[in-house]
């Protein structure tokens, strides 16, 4: 369980600074530990303490970036236990998905330090004419440098790794802001690294107040953002950050076509998790549900049942399939664009009820264009039913959204597969499931309003390096 409280790393070092930062338990509302909080001088040291690594990591052999992060890896399965239980109390998730979480985690390190052996380069032949005849060129990756990393609350293991892990794949040192809401798990992980023999100043974990964190934003010595969480936040991050590099990942409202030809009890089984685990809080869970006409009756009535039966309570009960949400403000929110939907036309399947953070799993149809939940990100249990008539149309819906993330099609008809893969506007096209599967070392990122970049081992460790050529003259006569 939750210690009495936590310090932050300052370049690899645990400070016991203070204890101003209160961890509630997302279930009981209760205080379950205290943080310490960095002010901005602190994060100006960190800065200063990551620039100072930047040459000593980057002169690290690949054998030895391995095995700092095959120790992580290890480590983190020793300690499984205690990161799942200490992530169903911080984000109220229910103990399978904590689980789960600490699983992603612990792959996510094992694939970087997989990776971290195989960061390669080209010989690139120059010879495409008379006056390049006597060049030859090649080019390797070099680590950008120090890196700036905002984690968010959903995902606080598995997110921060998933900046991490690349960051000490290539060699970039790094500070790290967490949620504040959730920053025991990314701690923990500092934990871990903090027992690795790393240069002073590779890595700081700092949770602070967004109002404090401008450094992680604009300072000129950091030379790349990866920020991970809402489009607002994310954007107007992107308009202060300079001129460092910036790798976005944002929100979604992802459909998820079931086709004429699909497996229904397939289908509906897994909508109904991709809708609702962990409580909706994922920015591919499933929020529009497009069925073909033909089918839609029958759909309908099992996605009813289904969600119905959906256990919530607890999130440490092993039954639970819905906790809470992150706080009681985000399920009222969500819960007043259900009601705006209902006044607008819309008619409740099922669900809507609230109970504090905790709201039921929601369907809902005929939800009209322009309405909030049909526009934004729900970032909640809530799922919304439409019907269409040709693929081709549920395609177009599907890019009718200013979002574009992942998309799940359930398809037998290897046409339509080819013909979704071609059109949707997405950065990921799933068929057979649901737009919320993933597995960690796949390109991972969206278009549109749902970022930029990608994430996944290999694409995180891309953005975090730079091309370096070298050209090679060879004299008359040689």
Known sequence: MLRENYPYYLANRAVYANRDLAVLDKYTGDEATRVALADEAAIDQAIAAAVRAARPL????AYQRQAVLQ???????????????????????????????????????????????RLTGEVLPLDISERARDYTGMWKRVPIGPCSFISPFNFPLNLAAHKIA?????????????????????LTIGEVLSECDLPEGAFSILPCRRDGARLFTTDPRLRLLSFTGSPAVGWELKAQAGQKKVVLELGGNAACIVDESADLEDAVGRIVAGAFYQSGQSCISVQRILVHERLYDDVRARLIAATRALRSGDPKDPATFIGPMISEAEAERLAGWIAEAERAGARLLCGGGRQGAMLEATLLEGVPRGSTLREEEAFGPVALLSRFATFSQALEEVNDSQFGLQAGVFTRDIYHAQRAWDVLEVGGVVIGDVPSWRVDHMPYGG???????????????????EIRLMVLRTPPGM
């Open 58 to 61: 980057r002169e690290l052999k």
């Open 71 to 117: 120790h992580c890896a290890r480590r983190f399965s020793e300690r499984a236990e205690e990161l799942a239980e200490s992530l169903c109390v911080e984000a109220g998730k229910p103990i399978k998905d904590s689980q789960g979480e600490v699983g992603r985690l612990i792959d996510t390190f094992r694939i970087a330090a997989e990776e971290s052996v």
């Open 166 to 186: 690349p960051a000490l794949a290539v060699g970039c040192p790094f500070v790290l802001k967490p949620a504040s809401l959730t920053p025991i798990g990314a």
């Open 447 to 465: 278009v549109k309003n749902s970022g930029l970049g990608r994430e996944g081992i290999r694409w995180a460790m891309e953005d975090m390096t």
